[in-house]
């Protein structure tokens, strides 16, 4: 593969993207349903005074917020070169290249997971008269997506890793343990890492208000609410410029240790 056969615009770039999503392995589509799942029975079986330390959102609104931060805290966000390994690598010797197919894979996994969470947030706001949090809610699901995934591909860029056979990782390991933490550091990461840049994303909504405490309004609603969206707004405009910018950098000067890392077998 050379850098011609790549996608030459953003749209074939998405398009070419989603093909990819729903063929096998099927990565982004199992990992948001796993996460689907797991928040699921979390939400309803687990006591609310652990759920509100695991998730750490509460009020009428915060079902969608967790299934947004963790949908997008998985390996489609941050493995972005190791997921993709055979088309990313050949991008990285061009900057405007690789910074499409960066942004179509984040169109499209906001494209698999805010329009579920836009649904389950209409669902539970359906019978409610607090425009003012469901409007903010709203807007949160559309914006903090893209503001993290910027920043999240710097763990895959950083810490990459091969998708696998089970076998075949089984015998890494054997070979040498080293790789095991290794691993299991990349898998680890993005859950700690994507919801840090969505804390810092949120940081408006947290100093002035919290989803579902409507009574933290100082008085004054729509000023609140114009408050924390121009803040939101340009705090995820910033992280989306930076993430992006970093991640060019990062790749570049990664590069010559990303190529040798995915066209050896005996390293992943």
Request: proline fraction near 7%; aromatic fraction near 8%.
């Amino acid at each position: 593969m050379d850098i011609a056969s790549l996608p030459n615009s953003l749209r074939e770039a998405v398009r070419a993207e989603f093909g990819r999503a729903f063929h096998d392995p099927f990565e982004a589509p199992i990992c948001i349903g796993v996460n689907i799942v797991l928040i699921a029975l979390g939400w309803w079986l687990l006591p609310a005074s652990i759920t509100s330390w695991l998730f750490g959102y509460s009020g009428a609104h915060a079902l969608p917020l967790t299934l947004l931060s963790w949908m997008v805290s998985d390996v489609p966000a941050t493995n972005v070169i190791g997921g993709d390994a055979r088309r990313m690598v050949v991008a990285i010797s061009d900057q405007s290249t690789l910074l499409r197919l960066l942004i179509a894979k984040a169109i499209v996994l906001w494209l698999l997971t805010a329009p579920l969470c836009l649904l389950v947030d209409l669902a539970i706001s359906a019978d409610r008269s607090d425009l003012v949090t469901a409007s903010l809610t709203t807007a949160i699901i559309l914006i903090v997506p893209f503001a993290t995934l910027g920043m999240a591909t710097w763990v895959g860029i950083v810490l990459p890793y091969k998708p696998v056979p089970l076998r075949e990782r089984q015998r890494q390991v054997r070979e040498d343990p080293m790789r095991f933490l290794r691993w299991c550091g990349a898998i680890a990461a993005p859950y700690v890492v994507v919801p840090l840049l969505a804390m810092v994303c949120l940081f408006p909504l947290h100093k002035w208000g919290l989803p579902g405490d409507s009574h933290r309004v100082l008085g004054h609603p729509a000023a609140q609410f114009f408050g924390v969206m121009v803040g939101s707004i340009v705090l995820a405009g910033t992280m989306l410029v930076v993430g992006y910018r970093g991640a060019l950098f990062l790749a570049a000067k990664r590069q010559p240790h990303l190529q040798q890392f995915f066209a050896s077998d005996d390293l992943g």
